[in-house]
């Protein structure tokens, strides 16, 4: 049986708020430690039938890539769970949420620009 490891350094100011988080796989073709903004981290426990997650970001994340980073994870999320239960309508619905969820974000930029 093979296995892999990966492991996730994460480096907190004087105020235990993140400042950088690296990782690294044993199956990456990358040798060095990988940099990251933002991390979500979800275990399923299947005798408490809970989600237990970690989820953190550096100081320097802004906003617009909090919210690229929520768009592109509801879509991740909504691949994989159609690839698990084959259940396209609401894969769509899925997607179309995070679509929506984007465009709003989008929307509300704009609008807070024009008050700069």
Do not use: C
């Not at 350094?9 to 933002?38: C, H």
């Not at 619905?93 to 620009?113: D, T």
């Amino acid at each position: 049986m093979h296995q892999s490891d990966i492991q996730i350094q994460v480096t907190l100011d004087t105020d235990k708020i993140p400042s950088k988080i690296q990782w690294r796989a044993t199956d990456s073709t990358a040798e060095d430690w990988q940099q990251a903004k933002a991390m979500m981290l979800a275990f399923w426990d299947g005798m408490d039938k809970s989600a237990l997650r970690i989820d953190l970001w550096t100081k320097d994340m802004m906003v617009d890539e909090m919210a690229d980073f929520y768009y592109q994870n509801l879509m991740s999320m909504a691949d994989t769970f159609g690839r698990a239960t084959q259940h396209k309508e609401l894969v769509e619905e899925m997607k179309n949420f995070a679509k929506s969820f984007y465009q709003k974000f989008r929307q509300l930029q704009m609008e807070q620009n024009k008050l700069v």
